[in-house]
């Protein structure tokens, strides 16, 4: 991934500059949190939402289908991974995260069907883990409000914590006493593990390590 202006090469993995002008002047992109839904709950939630039309001068660059999580990388990619980890298989879809360089993996076919819940520490740092099992999505968010260290739960159908307050995969308090508040996001995206433990092979997988 290259910039037109200098033709630095970023890494998609960190936003760090790999080669190029800009390598070695701390030049770092900001991860934002990115949705990972169907087109169905994304409209429900963003009924004005616009789509990108199909441009024909382009049909040649757009991709097939794929599949995430499919198993089998080609024999000259696998040469270019220098961090080669055998504790999942190579295209298990694992939610990274992390806190000052505390990385953790979490396997998403862990979970149950429906949105569920993980609460857990990173750095000392309280943290829940949202997850849709089945649709690719999980995120990461700091659990405090207020000072205040909550404790999540999921009935299958819908996440809330101690207060009574329910929330929805994007960290928003959508019903209860804390209704409106919006959970402070961690560092985190869905991935296969083979990327993830090549970028962070010190990285420790919720349920194993």
């Known amino acids: 991934m290259a910039d037109r202006q200098t033709g630095s090469v970023w890494t998609h993995f960190s936003g760090e500059v790999l080669t190029g002008p800009l390598a070695g002047t701390g030049a770092q992109l900001e991860i934002r949190p990115m949705l990972h839904t169907s087109w169905e709950e994304w409209t429900s939630l963003y009924p004005d939402t616009l789509v990108m039309d199909w441009d024909e001068e382009f049909a040649n660059r757009y991709r097939p289908s794929y599949q995430p999580g499919r198993e089998g990388l080609g024999p000259q990619f696998m040469k270019t991974i220098i961090n080669w980890?055998?504790?999942?298989?190579?295209?298990?879809?694992?939610?990274?995260?992390?806190?000052?360089?505390?990385?953790?993996?979490?396997?998403?076919?862990?979970?149950?069907?429906?949105?569920?819940?993980?609460n857990d520490f990173l750095n000392q740092v309280?943290?829940?883990?949202?997850?849709?099992?089945?649709?690719?999505?999980?995120?990461?968010?700091?659990?405090?409000?207020?000072?205040?260290?909550?404790s999540f739960s999921s009935d299958g159908t819908a996440i809330s914590d101690e207060t009574g307050s329910t929330w929805d995969l994007n960290g928003l308090a959508d019903s209860g006493p804390l209704a409106g508040t919006q959970l402070e996001y961690v560092t985190s995206f869905v991935t296969e593990w083979y990327g993830w433990a090549a970028y962070h092979p010190n990285s420790t997988i919720y349920g194993i390590d």
């Open 126 to 150: 309280p943290v829940a883990i949202f997850v849709e099992s089945g649709s690719h999505f999980g995120i990461a968010y700091q659990a405090t409000v207020n000072g205040q260290a909550l």
């Open 85 to 118: 980890d055998e504790r999942l298989s190579e295209g298990e879809l694992v939610l990274g995260a992390n806190i000052c360089n505390d990385y953790r993996a979490y396997v998403l076919s862990d979970f149950n069907p429906g949105p569920a819940v993980v």
